[in-house]
């Protein structure tokens, strides 16, 4: 089985490869470097905050398509959705997580070896040879990137934003859209999700929560650790906040999927997404 | 005449002292490494010869194909030249700048007096082999090299690439990375998304799969 983490414009940034093909997702994720690293608590780095739906958290996360367990650190795709918050959230999600398939796809065509098992010969070698395949391919990547769609897309996007925002600045409160919504944070990072500006109606939101008996790298930290971020309460309140954030700004968030006929008027925000894809 | 026969003592006894410095060195190799190693190439009684394969034809017909020789320009332009090594011409001119000095890999001279294979024939046999997936004696049309060179050196490039890159470019991101992951992420409706995950078998790209259906971007 192969592991990989890649951003969208398909950089590897984790790769784990060596598992038998008879694991399950499970056993794999029991066994991958990774996630000994998030039971550890030293991964992911807890500074950075993000507001969803009103609450701001630290833990980040991965998209994941189902099929994996319903951990605090993978964002899945409802599996039934019936609302439309949840069908935009869905929609918005697979938009992203495509890219993760799309990986094996470049990777396949582009480097024929993996099609040959019997061309490793043994169990090392297959694993330097996925090491060494996806080392150049990241080098590739690093070259090429510039001049991918992605990037362009994203170019005329923060460029749009800029010129309206100069034109009547305060336009959008949207929570997200431009970078504001990634906060570098400074605060105390003892392995908590919830930060200190959280509104503390709610029981869960403790910012100190055991932050002075339990120093990094002992075991009671690292069992806190893994609790938090294999939670499934958490994991699910997740999904529920990511769903109300996309549904605030779900114009110009789904107008790049959208095929619609053109109208128009239907409202600044298509209009601008049109422009921006042009 | 004596002198002769001197001649042929003196040889004799080299010959057989020779024979047995090296029995003597090969025994203390293998009682250092604590097995007994199986002799592999070299020349010897009862070994085939080397084929008179002809090294340079092999790296004057990359070059020529790839690189242009004698002042002409290449027979292939760029995207050729991305379609057959897999890689952007930079990151290819990176790749064989890094590695053609290295002592395992330029050009040698053997005991007979013959030049050898070119760097540049190694990398593009190497490079084929994880590109195509081409079997090792494959390359020995177009490359000039025979299998277990072929064998040899995609080992090498894959432990030369592990050696030199492995920190930098397979690796967790650091702050600055990662906040433009989320950043991105952030403006595609996803804020703390620091990547997609997945786990893939490797052996299903066999497998001829159904109609193309799974991901097809955004017309649905």
């Not at chain 1, 799309?102 to 330097?128: D, G, N, Q």
Request: hydrophobic residues 35%.
């Amino acid at each position: 089985m192969i592991e990989t983490v890649c951003d969208e414009d398909l950089y590897i940034w984790h790769l784990f490869v060596g598992c038998p093909g008879a694991y399950s997702d499970k056993n794999v994720l029991a066994a991958s470097p990774l996630m000994l690293d998030v039971n550890d608590g030293t991964w992911p780095p807890m500074i950075y905050k993000y507001t969803l739906n009103g609450r701001s958290r630290r833990l980040l996360f991965y998209a994941a398509d189902q099929g994996y367990p319903r951990y605090a650190i993978f964002a899945k795709p409802y599996s039934k959705p019936d609302t439309p918050r949840r069908k935009v959230y869905n929609r918005l999600q697979e938009a992203l997580r495509k890219n993760a398939e799309r990986l094996y796809a470049v990777w396949w065509s582009r480097w024929f070896i993996t099609k040959y098992p019997e061309r490793y010969m043994t169990l090392p070698r297959l694993i330097k040879t996925a090491k060494a395949v996806a080392i150049l391919h990241n080098m590739a990547v690093e070259y090429l990137r510039h001049g991918f769609i992605a990037s362009k897309r994203m170019a005329a996007a923060a460029a749009v934003r800029g010129a309206r925002s100069g034109r009547q600045d305060g336009d959008d409160q949207g929570a997200s859209g431009d970078g504001t919504a990634i906060v570098k944070d400074d605060g105390p990072t003892c392995g908590s999700v919830w930060g200190a500006p959280v509104p503390d109606s709610d029981g869960r939101g403790n910012d100190h929560r055991g932050c002075e008996d339990a120093p990094m790298g002992t075991a009671r930290y690292m069992q806190m650790a893994e609790k938090e971020a294999k939670d499934t309460q958490e994991h699910f309140s997740l999904l529920h906040d990511l769903a109300e954030h996309v549904r605030a700004d779900r114009g110009s968030l789904l107008a790049p999927y959208l095929r619609l006929p053109d109208v128009g008027g239907l409202s600044e925000g298509l209009s601008r997404a049109e422009d921006v894809l042009r | 005449m004596d002198d002769d026969v001197a001649d042929d003592d003196l040889q004799v006894a080299v010959v057989l002292g020779a024979r047995s410095n090296l029995s003597t060195r090969r025994t203390l190799l293998s009682v250092r490494e604590g097995r007994v190693r199986k002799r592999v190439g070299g020349s010897r009684p009862g070994h085939r010869p080397n084929r008179p394969r002809d090294f340079d034809l092999g790296a004057h017909a990359i070059l020529r194909d790839l690189f242009g020789v004698d002042g002409e320009p290449p027979v292939h332009g760029e995207d050729p030249f991305e379609e057959r090594f897999r890689l952007p011409r930079p990151v290819f001119n990176r790749l064989f700048r890094s590695i053609c000095n290295e002592p395992a890999w330029r050009q040698t001279i053997n005991a007979t007096g013959r030049p050898q294979a070119h760097a540049i024939q190694k990398v593009a046999a190497a490079l084929r082999v994880f590109g195509y997936g081409e079997p090792f004696d494959r390359a020995d049309e177009y490359c000039r090299l025979s299998r277990c060179t072929t064998d040899l050196y995609t080992r090498r490039l894959t432990h030369f690439i592990i050696d030199k890159w492995s920190l930098t470019y397979l690796r967790r991101p650091n702050a600055e990375e990662l906040e433009h992951i989320l950043t991105r992420n952030a403006a595609r409706g996803l804020p703390g998304c620091m990547g997609l995950y997945r786990l893939y078998p490797l052996d299903v790209g066999q497998v001829p799969k159904g109609p193309r259906r799974a991901v097809q971007g955004p017309q649905r």
